[in-house]
Nanobody, 118 residues
């Protein structure tokens, strides 16, 4: 079992910034990568960004150029720096990690709410 803990959500005005954190115990040794997802009210969950243990990153087109994912391996923490926030970024943000020798196990955090007002 892997317990992920997210933090850093909140309310900001459009154009503002927030930094989300996801603590992933055993990130360096057990994880196949960390993924950020978001789900807005009434919408399906969508993938936002991901980072592998060797630092490869990917972004959804909707956040590319505004969001930056990074890791602090010593702290078992992955960050999502969100700049130039828009009202449409409002959602519950959750992080997920995959473990297992085939990366077949998914573990999720509890989520953190991000609200962007216009």
């Amino acid at each position: 079992q892997v317990q992920l803990v997210e933090s850093g959500g909140g309310s900001v005005q459009a154009g503002g910034s927030l930094r989300l954190s996801c603590t992933v115990p055993g990130f360096a040794s057990k994880s196949c990568g960390v993924y950020w997802y978001r789900q807005a009210a009434g919408k399906q969950r969508e993938w936002v960004s991901s980072i592998s243990t060797d630092g490869r990153v990917s972004y959804a087109d909707s956040v590319k150029g505004r969001f930056t994912i990074s890791k602090d391996q010593a702290m078992d923490t992955v960050y999502l720096q969100m700049n130039s926030l828009k009202p449409e970024d409002t959602a519950m943000y959750s992080c997920k990690t995959k473990t297992g020798y085939k990366c077949q196990y998914d573990y999720w955090g509890q989520g953190t709410q991000v609200t962007v007002s216009s």
